[in-house]
Each structure stands twice: as structure tokens, then as C-alpha cells.
């Protein structure tokens, strides 16, 4: 069985989901294979078609000198076979399976030739050891840039060799310094790009970011790190736009998905995720910057074991603004703060001072949430007093704890509430008639 087809089985939620009354785990779901998406497909108003894969001209790896046993340096000849791949109209870049490739960190450059497919079947590994890493590189491992109409696939592997990265980390030992690593792939200033079926695992700090991009279909793919691994985010969203992530699998020490400054148009749909934080909106403020996101959709979600749920997080003294956000047919299990936003985040060894400004959140849609609580506070809506969060509306949530009861917080938080909603959350209705009228704000953001 092909690893695309595995993770449809494990991640495809059928809804509505079970009720509350059902044993709250993984089991209780049921799970059946949901088809990809036809052979022609349309990215955000880019077509693609598995037509356009025929008559490729295959650069392999091997024949430009690659060894492929996990301890040869294989890195120039992935840069010679990326020049003839990148060179050469309807090229496929081959990665062969049944090998392991030790790459160190390369950036991968474009403008290429028409329809180039990079097709990833063999593992990819990085080298293991932070003191010896290129410090030309000091935060890419596996980066492409500048590229159009591109298509990333396969079943094969890229592995951070993260560990002793982690073992060095402030947030590992305070004695350490904190300082930044690599991700493991990074796309940059692209755009019309697929990437479907890959695995990345054990990165050195982020995963899998897509940077000031326009048009990217994320399919199939996923994402593994232990659930203490620090900064292992899944995959980070910045600066981009129409971006579709499906069917993926990501469990991780760090956000399973975050998205951060200059994003819009971002829909998520059938995401597992854990062990990992959560999927975040945020962090956005820092050290009293701008940041906006909006224009985001998460559709079918299963989230396990998570130390978050559905988080936007914001440091105070920041501006911009997260609105026009939509939340539905979610799934919780044993998950610590299932609804958050917090608008005073502080990921800092220090205290963070107080300020007055901070990144406004409005227009935030939670639709037919359920599932269990780790903690007391199911629903946290922890707002500034000078620049609340409004126009927030509770649909159809039924939030229970294993082991006592739930509560909603709230502070200078106003909105409403529709169907059954548990905990109750008074705290955050408003007597402000443009709030009551939040059905009315739904939010529009189907790609």
C-alpha cells in the first residue's frame, strides 16, 4: 500500500464526529478512505495535469556521482543534477529509492524550465552534528527558491538528524544559549507549487516552511518529531497566500501548523495533529511589530494529546490585525486548552512588560468544536483591555473533561453564541447590537 493511501486512512475524519456520550480516543472515530483529487486538478486557478508528467526527461542523482549509502557526501551531486534538472524543460529531479542521500545544506535556485518535478523515493539525511554544520546556512538545510510550477512528490523521506540539535537547545537546558537551526525544507518566493505524498521528520527546528509564496497545495504529506523536540514546528505559513494544506499527518514538539505574519487565504482541511502545540495563528506582536493574518479555514481537524487546541496568540505592544477566521468540525481528545486567544504570549526566559497596544483580533468563527479537555479553562479568550477581541461566535461546541468540569474564560472578549454550547460562555456576550449580529459575519473564505 502506497503511504498516500496509509495516511488517507489515518487522518480522514467523517462527520458529524461521534458524540460526546463515546469514549473520547482515536478509536472512536471512524475512519474511511477518502480519493484524492482527480488526476486534473485545479490549485487556486492553476491546472495541473498527470499528462503533463509524461515525456519527462529523468535527472537521476546517482548518475551525477551521488553514493547514496548515508555517509558519503552526496551534496555536489545533488547541486550538479539540480543544474541540469533545473536547466531542462519537463525534467524530472530523481531522488532513487532504496537509498539514503547525506546532503548538507544546499539552496536549490531557481527560475527553472517549464514543469520540473522534483520526485523524492529514497531518504534524505542531514548531517548530525551542529559544530560541523555550514555556517553560510545557519537556518536552511534543504531550501528552493524562486520557482514556478512545480511539483514536489513522492514516498520517500527527508530526515533532520535533529537530535543532537535539540540536546543543544535553551529550551532543552537553560545553560545552553538560545539561537536558531535549520529547517529542514524551506520554499521560498514560489509559486503554483504541489507537494504531496513526502514524509520530513526529526528536523533540526522547523519542518517544513512556506515563505512569501503565492498558490501551494500541501497533499498527503507528513511531518514526525518526539513530542519534546523544541521549535519543531510542522509546517510554518509566512508571507504567503492561497495556500491548501489536506490530508497531512504532523506530530511534533513545536505547533503542528503556524501561521505568522502576511498570510491570507490559507484553508486546512482533514489535519491530524499531534503530539505537538496545537494549530496557531501567532505567534504576531513581537517586539512591537505589525502583523496580519486573515482570510483562514480549518475544516475537519483531529488534534490528540496537544498542549493546545485552536490558537491565536499575540505579544502585547504589538499592531496589525487576525480576523476573517473560520474553525469547524474539529475533534479534540485530551487536549489542553482546546479554544485559546491569548493576546499576552510571551515565549521570553524574562517576564514581558506591560503595553498598551496590541494586534487586534476580530471576526473568529468556531463551528461544531467537541471533544475532551486536559484543562479546567476549555475555552480562554484572554484579551487586551485597550484593543479587545470582538465579533467572536460559539457555534455548536461541546467541550467535556475526563475528570471534572470545564470553564469558559473570558477577558475583553465580546461576541455570541449559537446552538449548544458547553461550557457555557456568558462571559463573552455583548449587549453591542453589531456583535449580536455575528451570524451575519460568517466568514467567507472558501478557496
Known amino acids: 500500500m502506497r503511504k498516500s493511501t496509509f495516511l488517507c486512512f489515518i487522518i480522514v475524519l467523517v462527520l458529524p464526529v461521534v458524540s460526546s456520550t463515546e469514549k473520547d480516543s482515536p478509536d472512536s472515530f471512524r475512519i474511511e478512505v477518502q480519493d484524492e483529487e482527480d488526476d486534473d486538478f485545479e490549485v487556486l486557478g492553476l491546472l495541473y495535469s498527470e499528462s503533463e508528467h509524461e515525456n519527462k526527461v529523468t535527472v537521476n542523482v546517482d548518475e551525477f556521482g551521488a553514493v547514496g549509502d548515508g555517509l558519503s557526501d552526496d551534496t555536489q551531486a545533488f547541486v550538479n543534477a539540480w543544474k541540469q534538472a533545473c536547466t531542462s524543460k519537463n525534467s524530472v529531479f530523481l531522488v532513487p529509492e532504496g537509498r539514503v542521500y547525506l ?187 505589525t502583523g496580519i493574518v486573515e482570510k483562514v479555514v480549518v475544516d475537519k481537524a483531529f488534534l490528540h494529546d496537544t498542549t493546545n487546541g485552536l490558537r491565536i496568540k499575540t505579544w502585547q505592544g504589538g499592531s496589525g490585525y487576525v480576523r476573517s477566521v473560520r474553525y469547524q468540525n474539529v475533534r479534540m481528545d485530551n487536549v489542553s486548552n482546546p479554544i485559546i486567544i491569548d493576546q499576552f504570549y ?64 473570558c477577558n475583553s472578549a465580546s461576541g455570541s453564541v449559537s446552538g449548544n454550547v458547553q461550557p457555557p460562555a456568558d462571559c463573552l456576550l455583548s449587549s453591542d447590537k453589531e456583535d449580536e449580529r455575528s451570524r451575519e459575519y460568517i466568514v467567507h473564505t472558501e478557496l
Open 103 to 289: 546532503v548538507n545544506a544546499t539552496r536549490f535556485r531557481g527560475p527553472c524550465a517549464e514543469k520540473l518535478v522534483i520526485q523524492i523515493d529514497g531518504t534524505i539525511v542531514a548531517p548530525d552534528d551542529p559544530k560541523k554544520w555550514d555556517t553560510k546556512n545557519p537556518r536552511i538545510w534543504l531550501g528552493f527558491y524562486n520557482l514556478t510550477r512545480v511539483y514536489f512528490q513522492g514516498d520517500g523521506i527527508i530526515d533532520g538528524s535533529g537530535s543532537n540539535w535539540w540536546a543543544a537547545s535553551c529550551k532543552k537546558n537553560k545553560a545552553n544559549p538560545c539561537k536558531g537551526a535549520p529547517t529542514a525544507l524551506t520554499i521560498d518566493d514560489s509559486s503554483a507549487v504541489r507537494v504531496k505524498g513526502i514524509t520530513i521528520r526529526n528536523s533540526q527546528q522547523m519542518h517544513f516552511v512556506i515563505s512569501r509564496c503565492e498558490s501551494v497545495r500541501v497533499s498527503g504529506v507528513e511531518v514526525s518529531s518526539p513530542g519534546d523536540s523544541p521549535n519543531t514546528d510542522g509546517i510554518h505559513i509566512t508571507g504567503s497566500t492561497n495556500v491548501v494544506l489536506e490530508n497531512c499527518k504532523i506530530g511534533t514538539g513545536d505547533d503542528c501548523i503556524s501561521i505568522v505574519n502576511g498570510s491570507s487565504n490559507i484553508k486546512m482541511k482533514n489535519i491530524y495533529c499531534g503530539p505537538g502545540h496545537g494549530i496557531s495563528i501567532g505567534s504576531l506582536g513581537k517586539n512591537n511589530s
Open 346 to 409: 510571551c515565549d521570553s526566559p524574562t517576564s514581558c512588560q506591560n503595553q498598551t497596544s496590541a494586534v487586534e483580533i476580530s471576526q473568529i468563527v468556531y463551528r461544531d468544536i467537541s471533544g475532551t479537555s486536559r484543562t479546567k479553562e476549555a475555552m480562554k479568550f484572554a484579551c487586551s483591555d485597550t484593543v479587545p477581541c470582538t465579533k467572536i461566535l460559539l457555534d455548536n461546541i461541546n467541550l467535556q473533561r475526563k475528570n471534572g468540569t470545564v470553564e469558559t474564560f
